[in-house]
């Protein structure tokens, strides 16, 4: 599983740094084509990682009978159901908590012995870097999730912690690039291409290229073959009720602009399954029953 971890970690790299370069040699995206392509990545590349969730629930909580599989559900879509109450009832502090746990949650990608500080700026490089060059853009974008009031409130303060974070990062970087060489390749890659590329672009080409493949390879790493193929044949359903529900919803919301309509399907989908996904995970890092659970790293460390 090291090697694979480690032809991932290049990819995602390659990605970052050949965007990064296309961005300073003066390519831009049509806006027009972006929101699509961003859209069909997330939901092709990124939900299915989460859609592993029902072979950590088989393997830790033993189900099996349909009861058992029913309650874990009930329990599971009850979790995403709160976060969707919160957004509707609270948004500002439904952003406010989404940007924190998908940090928390983020900063599991590095391997095991990455000091917390480490884990911490790379957790927050995507959410926070942006505003250093992009904070209007990421603010319409937050916007669009949450209400420009939401917005206009998470921004200056992203923005007032992007300088710092460089800085810090910069730092971490140079103090462990000769023990984790590696990995402070991939930090300064997402450093890199969280403040030169457009938010979402950067947030698609991590999300994409580095969370979620790493979370797939790290849940089928033990497994033999045949179990990989199975648990990877598991998510088949779950990914399918999400596109499923996600086509329903935005076709009942015909009424509300395209973009927003979009950016809120995805954005409040994603916080509305990364609560009970890290929850999940945690229960998976603390259990003596899975093998190597320490290479789950945080809290959420997939």
């Known amino acids: ?49 989460g859609s592993l969730d029902v072979v950590f629930a088989r393997r830790l909580l033993h189900l099996a009978g349909s009861r058992e599989w029913l309650l874990f559900s009930l329990g599971y879509l009850g979790l995403a159901a709160l976060v969707v109450g919160l957004w509707v009832a609270l948004p500002t502090f439904f952003l406010c908590i989404f940007l924190g746990l998908s940090a928390l949650h983020f900063a599991g990608d590095p391997r095991v012995g990455i000091s917390g500080l480490s884990r911490v700026l ?47 990062t910069l730092l971490v970087c140079a103090l462990q690039a000769t023990t984790f060489t590696r990995d402070t390749i991939e930090l300064i890659a997402l450093t890199a291409v969280a403040i030169a590329a457009p938010p979402l672009l950067a947030f698609t080409i991590y999300f994409c290229a580095m969370h979620s493949p790493r979370h797939i390879l790290r849940t089928v790493g033990g497994l033999n073959r045949r179990g990989a193929r199975q648990a990877l044949a598991m998510t088949a359903w779950p990914t399918g009720i999400v596109l499923v ?23 409040v989908g994603l916080a509305a399954l990364t609560l009970p996904h890290m929850a999940l995970l945690e229960h998976a890092r603390r259990s003596s029953r899975v093998a190597e659970a320490g290479q789950y790293g945080a809290v959420g460390g997939a």
């Open 122 to 168: 790379y957790g927050g490089a995507v959410i926070v870097l942006p505003a250093l060059r992009h904070g209007a853009e990421l603010e319409r974008l937050l916007g669009l999730v949450a209400g420009p009031a939401s917005g206009a409130f998470v921004v200056p303060i992203l923005g007032f912690l992007a300088a710092p974070w460089l800085v810090a």
């Open 245 to 267: 529900v996600g086509i329903l919803v935005g076709l009942i919301a015909d009424s509300i602009p395209l973009e927003k309509r979009v950016m809120q399907l995805l954005f």
């Open 1 to 49: 599983m090291t090697s694979a971890l480690r032809r991932q970690g290049l990819v995602f790299c390659g990605v970052a740094f050949g965007i990064v370069g296309a961005m300073a040699a003066g390519a831009t995206l049509d806006a027009r084509l972006e929101l699509p392509i961003v859209a069909v990545l997330v939901l092709l590349l990124g939900v299915p990682h």
